[in-house]
């Protein structure tokens, strides 16, 4: 019986890491889009190969001696019950993983704070329950839009078919341009919420009354989706996160758009004060 | 059994009820102590003017990225700066504006909570003049401007280049 | 609790009836009624979350508005940690505590029955709330404000049931503290206790140490909802992550509480099944030590997306995978024990195996969880569900079936029915990893914890957790069988149904254990 169980197990896990080591696959975290993301991705998976080697090692052994050492197979008991050596050895032992563990982490943990000299900072805003986008300084320096859930209320309740990225589309897109790096800062209107986008490696919480930084650098240009890590209330499940990383002259173009649109609408705002 | 056994016992329960009572007491400790390791490390803010050090040596070489942030909660106010960031070598004296504007039409008072990132700027980051050491009160309709004059100490960590200062508006009204 | 009178109906000299109950100061009446108390709340506990996955079962929202899914998942995290897994764990105690090291009783039988009568105080407000306009708490268990201020009744509720469970929590160890160190039988030094009852004494110290931080806590939310404090109100010059600071000072602690005397409990089954004396005793002991005080100084590793500073991110990444070491040593010490062994695998013995087989995965994912930047990208996610269901679940509730198993005929004097016993491992197994075996892949793909509705990649997998999440709620209605079952028309148990045990409780009393015992303490040779 243990043996089949601990084959069974063994079969689980390197089905599970085959599949783990198949970037972008659902097993996964996803496709890392920035340096972090990427030293995040090869550090989970370098972690995963020491737990397995560990796993293997202590349940074969376990394995084997439930398989040889009972009762049934007429085994006799031994009597011994402490042995100095063998506790110092496996004492020292898992230390010395943890610091091959602990070292890259390190250096990636003040990567990560880096956030200074950036191209582009952009303020981000949790709402119950939507985000809020200020480009502080930089290109598009002013533009500010709130971004909500796109998906219809008609698709959530089921009553029509759920479109390709139900539940992770917004109206309003935070659009950044390739290759630069971006300087996120967060506050909370109201309660904690999360900014998390997997594929650029940002997770930030948003604090009302105080604000946090973190930052990105997108190497290529696409969509990427996220949602609230933090629970925020009861539309917590319905406020995600989309990043669309653009090339440069896209990028200047669509801040010329932002910009033109914002003037028009305080065009018309002072219009219809004055017509008041 | 030994006949002494309940006293023992009792006064083991007395200790640990005066422990249980100390440990509660250590939870509202924190506030305090969090507050303190805050301030050690720069990250609290205390609603003081920092005294300017006249010694003070400004760094040429460095120029630091300041910029500047504005939230409002729970008032109906514009807050706003008048320019997004300025750029300071540390040790020169610089002073920003923010704006405030009242759109309701009834007089409301507000008090700033200022905010910093990197997060032990606040060290760094001598403030002598701010409009955050006082709770503002704005007539309806009514527009001030603001200055927040600082210095950033020539100590601040080689490796900081951006900075951002930032407020936040509370409502003083109880509601 | 009827069941349970017969079983005690013979003997006399005591109150009979409902007033036994009520009344009870005795050990054994007390520890039963922890047991049924925690057994009772882990079906409602079950019965919640059992709904959560049935509105999980496919996209969309089909059962739950989202405030009443977020309120079934609080009140499924408090009610299982506060309700179900504690109390299980002080019923054996009160239970094993005095057996074990030679005590008629425990310490204060009078203190001992108010701090049982507190729970089912605290289980009503928290199951009331439900009912309240408003209805229950949608925070989390964790509660953070200033989600938490904004609720209503049903909040005051829960800050009052955690009030009343915190001191009933710090009276049960603070007794359990008292017995160990004074009422120990002669030559029964504290090198030469049994782990169970070490483990409790390190478990009961750290209660005392925590529990009244929490309760702290959860009086500055009280003060800040109510009485115009600003503890965790930035407007007032406080701030809402000083409240997760406060909370998992308490919160980390608490894991250990849940976790150290179910080492307690495996150290004991698994000698006995391998017919062989537990390999590196001392060194069990020092590392269950360490465990706990490990357990202080890593609180902060609950909040690493808050943004703290570099250098307190690594300090406690670096505290907290420092636990990996004495967790190590015990998982080592436990395949030693077994080595050379001559082993046998009743349910007892199997449930203990599972247990340290799942608990060892929960701590890998554990270690993966300490590293700094991959938390940064599966804190909040499912993954962290599944990390720890794997040491609360598999952990916890498997070494608390392995403990029941082992020690019912005892209790009872009636064997349970070992075939059904082997089924319920066996189903529970499978459907245990079926539930959260794939929750670890929906936390790397992205999926966000406490979400009433997911993103269509995450379908599958949510309907193959569901689906084992009613498999295992199910298997657990068998458990509940089995013990019926044993209780009327088990087979009488030998004085000895385990020919390897060693513990005083098996050696120096009748099965099943009279009423009153050790009224003279036993002489104790090792």
Redesign the interface.
């Known amino acids: ?2 043996s089949k ?1 601990l084959s069974f ?1 063994v079969g ?1 896990m390197v089905l599970g890491f085959y599949s783990g080591s198949a970037v972008s696959s ?5 496709e890392p889009q920035t340096i ?1 993301a990427q ?2 991705y090869d ?2 998976i370098w ?2 190969w020491i ?1 397995l080697v ?2 293997i090692a ?2 074969g ?2 394995g084997y ?2 398989v040889k ?4 197979a007429g ?9 100095t050596t ?2 110092i050895i ?2 020292a032992i ?2 010395i993983i ?1 610091i091959f ?2 070292w890259p ?2 250096k ?3 990567a ?7 191209d582009i ?1 952009v ?1 981000v ?1 949790g709402y119950q329950w939507m985000w809020g986008y200020d480009y ?2 930089g290109e598009g ?2 533009i500010k839009f709130y971004s909500q859930l796109a998906t219809s209320q008609s ?4 009553e029509t078919p ?1 479109g ?5 589309e917004v109206n309003n897109r935070l659009v950044v341009p390739v290759g630069k790096k971006i ?1 996120i ?3 909370a ?4 919420h ?1 900014w ?1 986008v ?1 594929a650029l ?5 948003a ?8 930052w990105f650098t997108a190497d290529n240009v696409g969509v990427f989706r ?13 406020m995600p996160i989309v990043v669309e990383v653009v090339e440069e002259q896209q990028y200047a173009q669509w801040v010329a758009d932002q910009l033109k649109t914002a003037a028009t609408d305080a065009n018309a705002a002072i219009i219809n004060a004055a017509a008041k | 059994m030994k006949l002494d056994e309940p006293r023992i016992n009792v006064k083991m329960l007395r200790k640990l009820l005066v422990f249980s009572v100390m440990m509660f007491g250590f939870g509202y400790a924190m506030v305090p102590l969090y507050e303190k390791f805050c301030e050690v490390t720069g990250i609290y803010e205390l609603q003081q003017p920092d005294v300017l050090d006249k010694n003070a040596k400004v760094d040429e070489t460095r120029i630091i990225n300041i910029q500047l942030d504005a939230n409002v909660r729970g008032l109906p106010w514009s807050f706003r700066p008048l320019q997004s960031a300025i750029q300071v070598h540390p040790g020169k004296s610089a002073e920003v504006i923010y704006e405030i504007s009242n759109q309701s039409d009834k007089t409301q008072a507000g008090q700033a909570i200022p905010s910093y990132s990197p997060r032990n700027l606040e060290r760094y980051l001598k403030k002598f003049e701010c409009f955050c050491f006082t709770q503002q009160e704005l007539e309806g309709g009514e527009t001030r401007q603001m200055a927040v004059r600082f210095v950033i100490d020539p100590e601040l960590p080689k490796d900081v280049h951006t900075a951002t200062l930032s407020y936040t508006f509370f409502s003083l009204m109880k509601d | 609790m009827a069941v349970v009178q017969d079983v005690h109906g013979h003997v006399h000299g005591h109150p009979t009836g409902i007033m036994r109950w009520i009344g009870a100061t005795n050990h054994k009446d007390i520890g039963t009624m922890y047991l049924c108390f925690s057994l009772t709340m882990l079906f409602i506990g079950g019965f919640l979350i059992m709904g959560v996955r049935a509105e999980l079962f496919m996209p969309g929202m089909q059962i739950f508005e989202p405030e009443v899914f977020n309120s079934f998942t609080t009140l499924h995290g408090l009610i299982m940690v506060f309700g179900a897994i504690m109390p299980a764990f002080v019923g054996f105690a009160n239970w094993q505590v005095p057996m074990m090291i030679g005590a008629p009783d425990m310490a204060f039988a009078r203190m001992n029955n108010w701090s049982f009568w507190l729970l089912p105080v605290a289980a009503s407000l928290l199951i009331g709330s439900f009912f309240v306009p408003g209805g229950a708490a949608a925070g989390g268990w964790t509660f953070y404000p200033p989600l938490s201020t904004q609720g209503g009744l049903g909040v005051d509720m829960m800050i009052f049931a955690i009030h009343i469970l915190g001191a009933s929590s710090i009276m049960g160890a603070i007794n359990i503290i008292t017995t160990i160190l004074n009422m120990r039988a002669p030559g029964m030094t504290l090198m030469k206790m049994p782990m169970f009852v070490w483990t409790w004494l390190i478990t009961a110290y750290l209660l005392v140490l925590v529990m009244p931080v929490l309760a702290g806590t959860v009086t500055m939310l009280l003060t800040d909802r109510h009485f115009g404090t600003s503890f965790f109100n930035a407007a007032g010059g406080g701030d809402p992550v000083l409240f997760q600071h406060v909370f998992w000072f308490f919160g980390h602690p608490e894991v250990y509480i849940m976790i150290l005397p179910s080492f307690g409990i495996v150290s004991e089954v698994i000698p006995t099944f391998a017919r062989k004396p537990l390999f590196g005793y001392s060194s069990m002991v020092y590392a269950t030590a360490s465990i706990a005080i490990l357990s202080c100084i890593v609180w902060a590793h609950h909040m690493f997306s808050v943004g703290m500073p570099a250098a307190g991110q690594l300090f406690f990444m670096y505290a907290t995978m420092l636990i990996a070491v004495p967790t190590g040593v015990k998982v080592f010490n436990w395949t030693a024990t077994m080595w050379r062994g001559s082993m046998t695998f009743e349910t007892p013995m199997l449930f203990a195996i599972g247990f340290i087989l799942l608990f060892v995965i929960g701590g890998f994912s554990g270690v993966v969880c300490a590293l700094v930047p991959v938390d940064i990208q599966v804190q909040d996610t499912y993954y962290v569900i599944a990390h720890f269901h794997y040491v609360l679940v598999s952990g916890s509730l498997f070494s608390l079936f392995a403990g029941a198993y082992y020690w019912l005929p005892k209790w009872s004097g009636r064997m349970y029915d070992e075939t059904l016993g082997k089924w319920h491992f066996w189903l529970s197994m499978v459907f245990f990893n079926l539930t959260f075996f794939v929750q670890h892949f929906l936390g790397l793909a992205g999926m966000p914890r406490r979400i009433p509705d997911y993103a269509l990649q995450f379908a599958d997998f949510n309907m193959i957790s569901s689906i084992g999440a009613f498999g295992f709620g199910l298997a657990q209605l068998l458990f509940v069988y089995i013990v019926i079952k044993c209780l009327r028309s088990g087979e009488k148990a030998p004085d000895m149904p385990w020919d390897g045990a060693k513990t005083l409780e098996w050696t120096h009393l009748p099965t099943p254990a009279p009423y009153h015992s050790f009224e003279t303490p036993p002489v104790v040779k090792f």
């Not at chain 1, 209107?189 to 904690?192: P, Q, T």
């Not at chain 1, 996220?226 to 319905?238: S, T, Y």
């Open positions: 019986m243990g169980l197990w689980v659902k097993y996964n975290l996803p972090i030293q995040i550090q989970h972690a995963l737990c560990i796993f202590v349940f052994v376990m001696s439930i050492h009972r009762k049934s085994y006799k008991a031994a009597n011994f019950h402490h042995s063998v506790e496996w004492t898992p230390c943890l563990m602990a982490a390190t990636t943990v003040i990560m704070k880096d956030t200074t000299e950036s900072t303020k805003t502080l300084q320096e002013g698709e959530i309740h089921n759920k390709e990225n139900y539940l992770l300087r800062i967060l506050t209107n109201d309660v904690l999360a998390w997997p490696g940002v997770k930030q919480d604090i009302p009354g105080f604000i946090r930084d973190t996220g949602q609230c890590a933090e629970l925020c209330g009861k539309e917590h499940g319905f």
